[in-house]
Structure formats: structure tokens, C-alpha cells
Nanobody, 127 residues
Framework: QVQLVESGGGLVQAGGSLRLSCRAS????????MGWFRQTPGKEREFVAA????????EYADSVKGRFTLSRDNAKNTVDLQMNTLKPEDAARYYC????????????????????WGQGTQVTVSS
């Protein structure tokens, strides 16, 4: 079992930045691919970004490409999502997810691929 706890959400003006962090605990000795998703009321959970266990491969949704950067520190069991130039449409509850990776370079875009989820952290962007 892996437990994920997100932090760093909050209220920010459009054009501003936030840094979300996800800390994993529990059975962290395995190799996990990590991802971030977001969800607003009445909508499906949306892929934001993913990173391989090695950290060598990242993938971003088109809507955040060039503005968001995903990184990880396996020694600290953390994954950080740096969000710049935030837009009102980025407002959502952001969830961290983890899944045992097929290989060190695997990453996944689909929510169904992830076994473990955090409780989420709210991001509000004012216009």
C-alpha cells in the first residue's frame, strides 16, 4: 500500500504560480510512475501530467504544456508540480496518483492505470 498526500494548493490570481507537492509513504520501495490529475464538479477527472519512475520521461496535457513542470525526488518520495501562468480554467481539485511501473521509463495518461490516489488539493484561480 502507498499513501499519497498532496499540498500546496490555494488561491492565486490569474498569471500567478503555485507549486503542488505530493509525498508518498508506505511501500515506497517499489518503482512507481506518478501522475497528476484534476477535476471540477460535474466533470470527469482530467489528466494533467505524468512522470516515469526514472524521472527521465514526462508527459503533459496540451492545455498545460509549456506552463506546468513535473519533477520528482525519489530519495524524498516526493513529486512536485510547478504551475506557472495560471488561468481561471486551471482551477480544480488536483490529485496525485501512483502506480507500480512496468519499467523505469513508463508513464501513464489514463486515470484507470493508477492504483493509488491522494485526497487532492484545491486550486482556485481568480480572474
Amino acid at each position: 500500500q502507498v499513501q499519497l498526500v498532496e499540498s500546496g494548493g490555494g488561491l492565486v490570481q490569474a498569471g500567478g504560480s503555485l507549486r503542488l507537492s505530493c509525498r508518498a509513504s508506505g511501500r515506497t520501495s517499489l518503482s512507481y510512475a506518478m501522475g497528476w490529475f484534476r477535476q471540477t464538479p460535474g466533470k470527469e477527472r482530467e489528466f494533467v501530467a505524468a512522470i516515469s519512475w526514472s524521472g527521465s520521461y514526462t508527459e503533459y496535457a496540451d492545455s498545460v504544456k509549456g506552463r506546468f513542470t513535473l519533477s520528482r525526488d525519489n530519495a524524498k518520495n516526493t513529486v512536485d508540480l510547478q504551475m506557472n501562468t495560471l488561468k481561471p480554467e486551471d482551477a480544480a481539485r488536483y490529485y496525485c496518483a501512483a502506480t507500480p511501473a512496468y519499467s523505469g521509463n513508463s508513464f501513464y495518461r489514463r486515470a484507470i492505470s493508477y492504483n493509488y490516489w491522494g485526497q487532492g488539493t484545491q486550486v482556485t484561480v481568480s480572474s
